[in-house]
Structures are given as structure tokens and as C-alpha cells.
């Protein structure tokens, strides 16, 4: 393996300058034994990787589990990776005590003692590697993935010194992604862990009626128990649920009182629910997933948010595709948010990393090969007429029209069809255009009522924004050529126009089943493209197991 100059002047450095410190007696080096592992150990990091190159080159090659302390200390803060949403026994944080006593039992002693150095230097590096980045290789699960991960380096020199004191735990922190969302997640992790060590909770009744603020009903102390765990529950108001046939009114047990319908909102708006109070089929759903189902969904969304947090730009587009919601991290601090419509189960939108270009005003749509073969040609042969309903051009592959009236429809070959730029252009009035291999875009559109459903897969992959125009006047970022008046002037032509950004803005398509909302409350979502059982079980596995 290559060995950069740096660390090699290094170890030969080292090397030349032990017999002064055997001399000296001063250092960290204390012993015979330990001088010869040492030795051992900057010889074999001539050819080791650079990992571990940079470990031991902080510590002057010199050996970091000499004494069984800081083993132990290694073992136990291994075993808080649980909360990480990591396996600890992945790491065998129960052999390493035996491990060390073998080696000091071992003969030769010396190259013993530094092979165990070495294993357990590379253990140490392997989970500080997995807390930074994550565990799983996400191109190994998704076929389609088209994300770069970024690897941060991990200091070195604070790594050594936190074995040195046996303080994992800072080591642990250093590595972790220093982001709200991934704090957040951790200590929804945490609360849900607790829950589930007190028993979770108990299912509503899935064939009862809807309940609707108001109602009397049996379930409703269930209701209020289960949501008592995970939201705030008001105390039923007298004035509203006590027993009007009571000598002394007292409030009604079984009344879904002003109260517990907002703690029902509170607990829809968090699961990507209508929130108007009524507790019907989806709802139901929803608070009857198991406690632990809802701690895999944490850890999953851990692993993700470790592939992707590292490395963030300060400002940068990003794309949630099952939140259906678009955020600009704006320049300063400020966020810019907007309802989304994404791609459908069958048709899904990709999760990459781009950057915004350009902007096209007053686009064209060409049709895509699917599109045109599973939606546009049906209806093609349905009615004639649908063509010239949606402005919509056959071309032949030079770009040539043609008669649509002389077509074989049941045997088209090889057409283009294009619809026209306009107010009922299925891309609206600006498409937003990054570079990348699966040929989506943003765009606006014309059917503004599609932002007011609540699940918003209806996509056949490109991202429809509700508020373009006014997005793309924050990306273009001069008020003084593209304020609002001169967006609206432009769209007011009607011409086709290309327009480059004066600063590219990084953009991500990615894909969440648990977030953190404003308030700091985890947002659980669908898996509206199943992805998450494939990801679950890739992180029940061992390292190094496919």
C-alpha cells in the first residue's frame, strides 16, 4: 500500500529516536517489553493503512492498550453504541478483556502485545468510522443509489488522547455528525428505548367507528393513555366533558374533550396525517405501530442521517421526498420551505447530489419514454383528439412535425412528442435543471390543488414545487435583474428562456421515514418506497457480512 511521505519521514523519525528515549528514560515508553512493541509496531505501520498510520504517528507509534483500564473502558463505552442505533456486539466488546490476556500470556510476548495493539487501534477506528458515516454501504442495498458519501477525517490526536484518558465517550462525540437532526434522533431514540422498557403501549381497537371531537366513547381513555406517552395531553376540561346527569358534574372519562383532540392533531401533523382531530382508519394505524418498530425506524434513519450529514455545504437545497417538502438552507441561516409532489411507488424519485445550474422559463415538456409509452399513448389511442387538447407536437427524431393524423398509433415507432410552453405545460412556468443520470428536475405545475392532498406521491419521479417562481427567485439572489415584477415579466413573454445561476446551490434528493420537525418533535412517515426493511436488516448484520 502506498505510504504517504509525511507518515513515512514519521515512523523513520520514530525509529531513530527510540534508543534516546530508552536512554533518556523519559516519555511514555517505560519498559523493555514496551520498547520492543513499539519497534513492532512502527515497522508494521510502514505497510498498514493510512488509519492507522495517522493513530499511532499521533502517538509516536507508541502501543495504546497496555493496560487492562483502558480496555474495559473501551469495552463499556462500546456498549452505549445502542444508542447510535448501533449493534455493540458487532464489536465484541466481550471478548476484548480475554483478548488482552491472551496476548500478555502469549510467547513471543512482544509481537503478541502489538498485534493485540494493532486489532484493537483497528477495532477503535472501525466504530469511529461507522459513527461518522455509517455502517452500511448504501449502494449495497439500492441499486439506484447516486449519492457520494462523504468520509470526514477523524482527528487523530484527539483520538489518542481520549484512549490515553479513557474517554471514548469524547472520542464517540468527535466522530458523530455534529447536526441537530442527528442529536434529535438520538434523543428520540433514547425516549422511545425508555418506553419500551416500560411496556410501550397498548392497541386501539381497530374495528371501532371513527371518533370525532365530541364523542363519548369506551376507547377514548385508551386514546388518551397512548397519546399521554409521546404527546401532551390536556386534563378533560369539566366545562366541556362532565356528566350532565351527575348531581355534581364530573368530567367524562369516556368524553374526546377539547384537549385530547389537539394532542390527536399534534400526533397526525407528526405522522404526515390530515390533522382535523378525527381518529378514523389511518390514524388508528398509525398509533398502533409497536413501540419497537418505531425504535428500527430511528436506528434506520440514523444510518441515513450518518451517510448524508457529513460534509453538508451551509447552504444547500434538500429534497425530503416521503416528508414531501422542499427546504433552502439560505446563506445566513434563514430556511425557505415548500410543499413538494414526488415520484409514485412505481416511479420513484431518486435520492443524489447535484447542484443547480439553471432555470428554463416558460418550458417545453418533451414526453419520456415511459410516459409516452405507459400514459400518453393510451390515451392517444383512446381519443384523437388528446393531442391537440394538450398541445402537444409530433416530431419525427431529426425534429420535423408531423401529421398525428397520419400515424399508426398501435405502432408509432420512433416519435417525439412534445407539448408546447404555456400555462397548461405539465412543467407550469420554470423548470429547475441540475445535472445528473436519471433526467429529473423541479419544476412547478399546473395543478396547484395536487399540494393540498396529504400524501403527495404522484410523480412519475420529477419533483413538483408548490411556490417555483418564488423559489427561484431566492436562487437567482439579485433583486435588483430577477426581483419579482422582472420574474413575472418574463413568464408574461411567453417565450422559452434559459437562465444560469450566478452561483451554483448544492441540492439533495434524499430519502427520510424519520425527521425532526421545527418544534424538535420526531416526524415518522411512511416507507412510500419500502426501503427500509432492506436497510434494517443490513444493519442487523455483522461487519463484514453481506
Not at 369506551?218 to 356528566?243: F, H, K, S, W, Y
Not at 427520510?512 to 426501503?531: E, H, I, K, M, N
Given at each position: 500500500?502506498?505510504v504517504p511521505?509525511?507518515t513515512?519521514v ?6 531513530w529516536?527510540l ?6 528514560g523519559s516519555g ?15 515497522q508494521w ?7 492507522l498510520?495517522a493513530?499511532?504517528a499521533?502517538?509516536?507509534?507508541r502501543?495504546a ?11 463499556a ?5 445502542d444508542?447510535?442505533g ?5 464489536y465484541g466488546?466481550?471478548t476484548?478483556?480475554?483478548a488482552?490476556g491472551n496476548a500478555?500470556a502469549?510467547?513471543p510476548?512482544?509481537?503478541?502485545l ?5 486489532q484493537l487501534?483497528r477495532?477503535?477506528?472501525?466504530v469511529?468510522h461507522?459513527l461518522a458515516s455509517?455502517?452500511?454501504?448504501p ?13 470526514p ?24 455528525p ?8 438520538r ?7 425508555d418506553l419500551?422498557r ?7 381497537p381497530?374495528?371501532?367507528a ?6 363519548r366513547?369506551?376507547?377514548v381513555?385508551?386514546l388518551r393513555a ?16 362532565a356528566?350532565?346527569?351527575?348531581a ?14 389537539a ?5 397526525q ?18 398509533l398502533?405501530?409497536p413501540v ?10 440514523l ?9 453538508l455545504?451551509?447552504?444547500f437545497?434538500?429534497v425530503d ?7 433552502y438552507?439560505r ?10 409532489v414526488?415520484?409514485?411507488r412505481?416511479?420513484p424519485?431518486?435520492t ?10 416558460n ?15 393510451p390515451?392517444?389511442r383512446k ?5 391537440a387538447?394538450e398541445?402537444?407536437?409530433v416530431?419525427?427524431a ?7 393524423r ?13 407539448q ?5 405545460n ?6 429547475i ?16 390543488e395536487?399540494?393540498e ?6 410523480s412519475?419521479?420529477c419533483?413538483r ?7 427561484v427567485?431566492l436562487?437567482l ?13 418574463v ?11 450566478a ?8 430519502y ?15 416507507d412510500?418506497y419500502?426501503r ?15
Amino acid at each position: 500500500m502506498f505510504v504517504p511521505a509525511r507518515t513515512s519521514v514519521l515512523i523513520v523519525l520514530t525509529l531513530w529516536l527510540l534508543p534516546w528515549a530508552e536512554s533518556a528514560g523519559s516519555g511514555p515508553v517505560e519498559s523493555e517489553g514496551d520498547v520492543a512493541v513499539t519497534r513492532l509496531i512502527a515497522q508494521w505501520m510502514a505497510i498498514g493503512d493510512d488509519d492507522l498510520q495517522a493513530f499511532y504517528a499521533a502517538r509516536a507509534m507508541r502501543p495504546a492498550w497496555r493496560d487492562a483500564n483502558v480496555v474495559a473502558a473501551l469495552a463499556a463505552a462500546i456498549a452505549t453504541l445502542d444508542g447510535d442505533g448501533l449493534v455493540p456486539s458487532d464489536y465484541g466488546p466481550q471478548t476484548l478483556l480475554g483478548a488482552y490476556g491472551n496476548a500478555h500470556a502469549a510467547v513471543p510476548r512482544a509481537e503478541a502485545l502489538a498485534q493485540f495493539d494493532v486489532q484493537l487501534s483497528r477495532l477503535l477506528i472501525t466504530v469511529l468510522h461507522h459513527l461518522a458515516s455509517g455502517k452500511v454501504d448504501p449502494a449495497a442495498i439500492d441499486p439506484d443509489w447516486d449519492l457520494p458519501r462523504a468520509a470526514p477525517p477523524l482527528d487523530f490526536a484527539v483520538v489518542s488522547q481520549a484512549v490515553d484518558a479513557r474517554q471514548f465517550e469524547t472520542a464517540f462525540a468527535t466522530a458523530r455528525p455534529g447536526h441537530a437532526l442527528y442529536a434529535g434522533l438520538r434523543a428520540g431514540l433514547a425516549r422511545y428505548r425508555d418506553l419500551a422498557r416500560r411496556g410501550g403501549w397498548s392497541a386501539l381497537p381497530r374495528q371501532s367507528a371513527a371518533l370525532h371531537p365530541g364523542d363519548r366513547h369506551a376507547d377514548v381513555p385508551l386514546l388518551r393513555a397512548r397519546l399521554a406517552l409521546v404527546e401532551d395531553v390536556a386534563e378533560p376540561p369539566p366545562d366541556t366533558c362532565a356528566d350532565p346527569a351527575a348531581a355534581t358534574p364530573m368530567p367524562d372519562p369516556n368524553c374526546y374533550d377539547d384537549g385530547l383532540a389537539a394532542a390527536v392533531r399534534r400526533f397526525q401533523r407528526h405522522h404526515l396525517l390530515k390533522a382535523d382531530g378525527v381518529v378514523g382508519a389511518n390514524t388508528r394505524a398509525a398509533l398502533n405501530v409497536p413501540v419497537a418498530a418505531r425504535i428500527d425506524q430511528i436506528r434506520i434513519n440514523l444510518e441515513r442521517a450518518r451517510w448524508l450529514l457529513p460534509g453538508l455545504p451551509e447552504s444547500f437545497v434538500l429534497v425530503d421526498v416521503p416528508g414531501y417538502q422542499l427546504s433552502y438552507f439560505r446563506p445566513g441561516g434563514d430556511i425557505w420551505r415548500a410543499r413538494i409532489v414526488v415520484g409514485r411507488r412505481t416511479r420513484p424519485t431518486p435520492t443524489l447530489r447535484s447542484a443547480i445550474t439553471h432555470l428554463t422559463f416558460n418550458p417545453t415538456w418533451t414526453v419520456p419514454p415511459t410516459i409516452l409509452r405507459e400514459d400518453v399513448l393510451p390515451k392517444v389511442r383512446k381519443d384523437a383528439g388528446y393531442l391537440a387538447q394538450e398541445n402537444i407536437a409530433v416530431l419525427d427524431a431529426s425534429g420535423a412535425r408531423l401529421d398525428p393524423r397520419g400515424i399508426d398509433w398501435s405502432r408509432p415507432g420512433n416519435l417525439i412528442l412534445r407539448q408546447a410552453a404555456g400555462p397548461h405545460n405539465a412543467l407550469g412556468r420554470v423548470a429547475i435543471r441540475f445535472p445528473n443520470t436519471h433526467t429529473v428536475y423541479l419544476h412547478d405545475t399546473p395543478a396547484q390543488e395536487l399540494f393540498e392532498f396529504d400524501r403527495r406521491a404522484l410523480s412519475s419521479g420529477c419533483v413538483r414545487v408548490e411556490h417555483a417562481l418564488e423559489f427561484v427567485r431566492l436562487l437567482l439572489d439579485d433583486e435588483t435583474r430577477w426581483n419579482a415584477d422582472a420574474i413575472a415579466a418574463v413568464v408574461a413573454e411567453g417565450s422559452t428562456r434559459e437562465v444560469d445561476l450566478a452561483r451554483r446551490v448544492p441540492l439533495i434528493l434524499y430519502y427520510w421515514t424519520v425527521q425532526t420537525d421545527a418544534d424538535g418533535a420526531l416526524s415518522f412517515r411512511p416507507d412510500l418506497y419500502r426501503r427500509d426493511a432492506a436497510l434494517l436488516a443490513a444493519l442487523e448484520r455483522p461487519p463484514g457480512q453481506r
